[in-house]
């Protein structure tokens, strides 16, 4: 009987723990309730932290999203777990189709308005907001540095760097200047200053075409009263991941060069056919600090100099989110030099040093 009793007695209290500890009914699941699409955008990254703001870019698997509270920040696109945006924005994906509207992106899928277009994560190469303003997209950056030393010899060099950036869904628009001066005691030894602009239109993740490449290039002590060089040609990136870059560009061109002076019966300027190759590496080394390596040959006639190469190695440092110090060691190669009106042969190769402070627009 004792017995009949424990038994009775356990399989009650079985019977109420399981009714207390596996209910009938799952409880509902939370509903998000996201405020202000048509101000704000949204991102939630995979930790379940949500961040409000404004979305500057998603390209090259990197989002540039800016907070009123933690400025602009930069994440790698696989750290994000949804995106949330009723503005406008222009989304390409892999297949060359280019939407415009309201983005969604959540469970691995992109959905663009309300078009029954539906792509996955993976095919999407990047995301800009429409072009609804004259400085929608843009960015720029100025770095100016300068070495003054006094005493014995009295020398100064002085330097100045720009560069314009533009990116959309589908293109791509940079222009670089560099402008470079030393002078020791009261004798100006360099006087440089090269500008370039680019515009690419990307056919796919990996395929650029570049409808156009200028280049303005000016050095007396090379002998260069001023290149001009025009040309287009075709890219391809090599590596795209979050960390690392390498695209490679080539195609014909055509220069222009006019000479400060030259020796009797020397033509003072020369047109010449050219074909040029570029390659742009880029490395992201810690997150404050990035390397870039730019490298550049020009094929050329030898009566325009020959050819000629360009390399600019770069470290940014980031001091704070608006304000980097910049370290780039420049060369830059001429084949065959042009001697000047007194007969004299510039050298082949010129080297730089810079140190510089760049301030982020």
């Not at 799952?26 to 379940?48: C, I, M, Q, Y």
């Not at 992106?105 to 996955?120: C, H, K, L």
């Not at 950056?141 to 005493?151: P, Q, T, Y």
Request: aromatic share 14%; glycine share 6%.
């Amino acid at each position: 009987m004792r017995y009949l009793l424990i038994l009775a007695f356990l399989l009650h209290t079985s019977a109420t723990f399981s009714k207390t500890t596996k209910p009938d009914t799952l409880p509902a699941e939370r509903t998000v309730v996201v405020k202000n699409l048509d101000k704000f955008d949204w991102l939630r990254l995979n930790s379940g932290e949500w961040i409000k703001g404004e979305l500057k870019s998603l390209y090259n698997k990197e989002i540039e999203f800016k907070s009123d509270v933690l400025d602009t920040l930069f994440i790698d696109r696989e750290d994000v777990y949804m995106f949330l945006s009723g503005r406008a924005q222009s989304v390409r994906f892999n297949d060359g189709v280019v939407l415009t509207g309201p983005v969604n992106i959540s469970g691995g899928f992109v959905t663009v308005a309300n078009t029954p277009n539906q792509y996955t994560y993976k095919d999407l190469v990047s995301i800009a907001p429409s072009v609804d303003s004259v400085l929608s997209g843009w960015k720029a950056k100025i770095s100016l540095g300068a070495n003054l030393s006094k005493g014995n010899t009295e020398q100064s060099a002085y330097s100045a760097q720009a560069s314009v950036k533009r990116r959309t869904a589908s293109s791509r628009f940079l222009a670089d200047l560099s402008a470079y001066r030393t002078k020791v005691e009261d004798e100006i030894t360099k006087n440089n200053i090269r500008a370039t602009g680019t515009y690419d239109w990307f056919y796919n993740q990996k395929l650029y075409f570049r409808p156009i490449f200028v280049e303005y290039y000016r050095d007396p002590y090379q002998n260069i009263g001023s290149k001009y060089t025009l040309g287009a040609g075709v890219g391809y990136y090599f590596i795209d991941t979050d960390k690392t870059g390498w695209d490679l560009t080539a195609g014909p061109a055509y220069q222009r060069t006019t000479f400060d002076t030259v020796e009797e019966g020397e033509q003072e300027q020369n047109s010449s056919s050219s074909f040029y190759l570029a390659s742009n590496f880029e490395r992201e080394i810690t997150s404050r600090i990035d390397f870039n390596f730019d490298f550049r040959y020009t094929l050329a006639e030898t009566k325009a100099g020959g050819d000629t190469q360009y390399a600019n190695a770069g470290l940014e440092i980031e001091l704070t989110d608006d304000i980097d110090f910049d370290i780039s060691f420049v060369w830059e190669h001429v084949s065959n030099p042009i001697a000047d009106g007194d007969g004299i042969r510039p050298l082949n190769d010129d080297y730089k040093l810079i140190f510089a402070l760049g301030i982020d627009f």
